[in-house]
């Protein structure tokens, strides 16, 4: 499937390659749970800084993202994603529910509304989103942020795919307190 626009990924996971545990929380990316006030689990690069998402983010022209990571940021007091326009696809949510979201029912319907737009690069976010633009071919490129710790079981994005998908490394960098941080570019 061809689009104008690219899909890239910016994810944390643990060293076993899971985003989440298999209830969904993300605990283990930050040390401790969500905090109770409602404001966004803020990691520390060990510099004052986020490891490079805020750069990310400014240089994409939109997100995409499936319901549960939607439901996940949607009671953050400080929505993370000022200014970018937000697809989520779900076929649950109603649309016009949330005036910073655009809700899309399926994933065809997704690609086609970020195609309209003209969006060029898209920021691929969820585990089975992300899954689902790796099988079309959408995806040009990954930020795997592995935190040191291994959960055992969970969710993974990497789920089966009907041929291997070539990978050339960027760049890795290391930050203090262990994580490491690789990005590859999909081979065409």
């Keep these: 499937m061809d689009a104008p626009f ?11 390659g899971f985003i989440a545990r298999s209830d969904g929380t993300l605990s283990f990316l ?10 966004a689990p803020a990691p520390d690069d060990g510099t004052g800084g986020d490891f490079g998402f805020a750069d990310f983010v400014a240089s994409i022209d939109a997100i995409v993202m499936g319901r549960s990571t939607y439901e996940f940021i949607q009671p953050f007091a400080d929505w993370p994603y000022q200014g ?3 697809h989520v696809l779900s076929s649950t949510l109603e ?12 994933f065809d319907e997704a690609v086609t509304g970020l195609t309209a737009a003209g969006y060029r690069r898209v920021y691929v976010d969820g585990g089975r989103t992300v899954h689902a633009f790796l099988r079309a071919g959408l995806i040009a490129d990954l930020t795997l942020s592995r935190v040191p710790v291994l959960i055992g079981t969970g969710l993974t994005p990497f789920g089966e795919l009907a041929a291997d998908i070539a990978l050339e490394h960027v760049r890795t960098r290391t930050f203090a307190g262990g994580m490491v941080q690789s990005t590859y570019t999909v081979v065409r």
């Excluded at 930050?30 to 404001?39: L, Q």
């Design 95 to 106: 649309p016009g529910a949330d005036d910073r979201i655009t809700v899309h029912p399926s």
């Design 6 to 16: 690219t899909g890239s990924v910016f994810l944390g996971m643990s060293v076993d």
């Design 30 to 39: 930050d040390g401790g749970e969500k905090p109770d006030d409602g404001t």
């Design 84 to 86: 970018k326009p937000v």
